[in-house]
């Protein structure tokens, strides 16, 4: 079994903007940056052949190019934070390629999760660190933003847990270089 996701990985210059940002949140658990991904799905754990039967079905899956950048941060967690994430801007091509991506995890008869997708970057596990010192970060770096970058390709990945870290590695990535139908 394989514990897997489907995600954008970003080119350097984008994953080294994000690492950017201080890393001073009492706490926190920042993600490193060759980790630093947007998922469009997880999948948890797959056999070999549910991995293939997902990957022939991704192959087939159309879709353009996307502009992206990022602007402000935010959390997840109202009352309690736990997640500090960079914002996407214009998150419409992101949905319509994850509304796509998950098509395609339903046609090689796998499952989706079922939450409302609100695509993210996670910089930082942010759970034990106190409120009132996220919302300090917040005001202070809030305002973050990168250039415009293009997104070519997403990847099936692997995700491997360690005691420190997960490590990602490719599976397979598939070029978005197609016109989508």
Same mark, same amino acid.
């Given at each position: 079994m394989c514990r897997t996701f /489907? @995600?954008?990985?970003?080119?350097?210059?984008v994953a080294e903007q994000l690492c950017s940002l201080p890393q001073d949140l009492l706490m926190a658990k920042w993600v490193p940056q060759d980790n630093l991904h947007l998922t469009l799905e997880f999948? %948890?754990?797959?056999?070999? =052949? *549910? /991995? $293939? $039967?997902?990957m022939l079905a991704l192959g087939r899956l159309l879709h *353009?190019? /996307?502009?992206? =950048?990022?602007?402000?941060? %935010?959390?997840? %967690?109202? $009352?309690?934070?736990? #997640?500090?994430? @960079?914002?996407?801007? $214009? +998150?419409?091509?992101?949905? @319509?390629?994850?509304? =796509?991506?998950q098509a395609a995890v339903k046609r090689a008869g796998l499952q989706c999760k079922r939450r409302k997708y609100k695509p993210? #970057? #996670?910089? +930082?596990? /942010? %759970? =034990? #660190?106190p409120g009132y010192m996220t919302g300090e970060y917040l005001e202070r770096e809030g305002a973050f933003r990168t250039d415009p970058f293009e997104i070519h390709e997403f990847s099936l990945l692997e995700s491997q847990l360690g005691n420190m870290v997960p490590v990602y590695s490719p599976i397979a990535i598939f070029p978005m270089l197609r016109k989508a139908a």
């Open positions: /489907i @995600a954008i990985q970003f080119p350097d210059h999948l %948890g754990d797959l056999n070999s =052949r *549910e /991995i $293939d $039967d997902l *353009e190019p /996307i502009t992206m =950048r990022f602007s402000g941060l %935010g959390v997840f %967690g109202d $009352d309690r934070p736990r #997640t500090l994430y @960079a914002n996407p801007v $214009d +998150a419409l091509p992101l949905i @319509a390629l994850q509304t =796509r991506v993210h #970057t #996670t910089l +930082a596990k /942010i %759970g =034990r #660190t």
